[in-house]
């Protein structure tokens, strides 16, 4: 079955920093998506990603999706509180019926 | 406005008892999902359903249980045969075709075993 590695699994930094995280699989997808978990809520999506080699933005969020299709790779730049959370990825080969399979996350923890 | 509905948000259950956790979809998606979370593992996938009357186990339906009878409701029975219940589950829907690969997903329940 295909691995799904994301990185880092947690992350302290100031306010103000630019963060950066990054999943990496062994199997090819042809789509990537980017979601984001408030504590106690259910997971939102943030940006979708659909060709090889695409830079997306949203906001300060920026998200690309690997040329090799077996990666990607989310930054936020300028963190502020709100993005407190839990970031997933979640890769897609076809349209997702059967199940998204997500990356264990990377947990933000943002200090003032 | 269109959403997903969870229901309750917190549940107490004691050993052996059986419960049902509520998913109601107002977005008129065809699929729906449920997913359980655990500190450090990542979102599972349980049970997901692409159709009224048809659905399909996940990567760990054991202990678990669901109907689809209807296009908006997708509940979801934790059954006592289920070992170690006590998780925060996750309701999702999705329209797969038409280019939206995006869930649509609940606030959750928080069920824990008493």
């Known amino acids: 079955g295909q691995q799904l590695n994301q990185n880092p699994q947690s992350m302290f930094i100031q306010e103000g920093e630019d963060v950066s995280m990054n999943c990496t699989s062994s199997s090819i997808f042809n789509t990537w998506l980017w979601y984001k978990q408030d504590p106690g809520e259910g997971p939102v999506l943030l940006i979708a990603?659909?060709?090889?080699?695409e830079l997306t933005s949203n906001g300060r969020l920026t998200a690309q999706f690997g040329i090799t299709r077996k990666d990607s790779f989310l930054n936020i730049s300028a963190s502020i509180p709100s993005d407190v959370g839990i970031y997933f990825c979640a890769p897609l080969e076809g349209g997702g019926a059967d199940g998204l399979t997500f990356g264990k996350g990377t947990h933000l923890i943002i200090q003032p | 406005d269109g959403g997903i509905t969870q229901s309750p948000k917190y549940l107490f259950r004691k050993e052996g008892q059986n419960v049902t956790l509520s998913c109601e979809q107002n977005?008129?998606?065809?699929?729906m999902y449920w997913y359980r979370q655990d500190p450090g593992q990542g979102l599972r996938l349980i049970y997901y359903?692409?159709?009224?009357?048809?659905?399909q186990k996940g990567d760990i339906a054991e202990g678990y249980s669901v109907s689809r009878e209807k296009k908006e409701s997708f509940p979801l029975t934790v059954t006592s045969a289920q070992k170690n219940p006590t998780a925060f589950y996750l309701c999702?829907?999705?329209?797969?075709?038409?280019?939206?690969?995006?869930?649509?997903f609940g606030s959750g329940t928080r069920l824990t075993v008493v």
């Open positions: 977005l008129n998606h065809d699929a």
């Open positions: 999702a829907s999705s329209k797969p075709l038409g280019g939206n690969y995006g869930y649509t």
């Open positions: 990603l659909y060709k090889a080699g």
């Open positions: 359903s692409q159709i009224v009357n048809d659905f």
